[in-house]
């Protein structure tokens, strides 16, 4: 097995950061929104490599929160690569 890369910061730290991003942005024209990812996205040879999900694949969640305006200040939860890239589940951060 290949050795991978470990996060850069904790869960806490990111959620916190997310959090204060999306207040500080709520009313400008900046849009702050954290994604929840549950599996392993990585570039394109490299995941058909390791079986994971392609980044190319999950393009398609940005893709989507880009188009929508009403996702604002938001947490998009990404935890099934099949169902949850095609249909968005999203919760206002505060």
Same mark, same amino acid.
């Not at 050795?3 to 959620?15: E, K, V």
């Not at 989507?64 to 604002?72: C, E, H, S």
């Given at each position: $097995?290949? $050795?991978?890369? *470990?996060?850069? =910061? @904790? #869960?806490?730290?990111?959620?916190? =950061?997310? @959090? &204060?991003?999306?207040? !500080?942005?709520?009313? @400008?024209?900046?849009?702050?929104?954290?994604?929840?990812?549950?599996?392993?996205?990585?570039? +394109? +040879? $490299? &995941?058909?490599?390791?079986?994971?999900?392609?980044?190319? +694949?999950?393009?398609?969640?940005? !893709? #989507?929160? *880009?188009?929508?305006?009403?996702?604002?200040?938001?947490?998009?939860?990404?935890?099934?690569? *099949?169902? +949850?890239?095609?249909? *968005?589940?999203?919760?206002?951060?505060?």
């Amino acid at each position: $097995m290949g $050795m991978r890369a *470990l996060p850069a =910061m @904790t #869960q806490g730290a990111l959620f916190s =950061m997310a @959090t &204060a991003a999306c207040r !500080e942005n709520e009313y @400008t024209n900046v849009r702050f929104n954290e994604v929840y990812l549950a599996f392993r996205v990585e570039v +394109d +040879d $490299m &995941a058909e490599r390791n079986g994971v999900v392609r980044a190319s +694949d999950f393009a398609v969640v940005y !893709e #989507q929160m *880009l188009a929508r305006k009403d996702i604002r200040s938001s947490r998009v939860r990404v935890a099934n690569p *099949l169902e +949850d890239m095609k249909n *968005l589940k999203v919760e206002i951060k505060f």
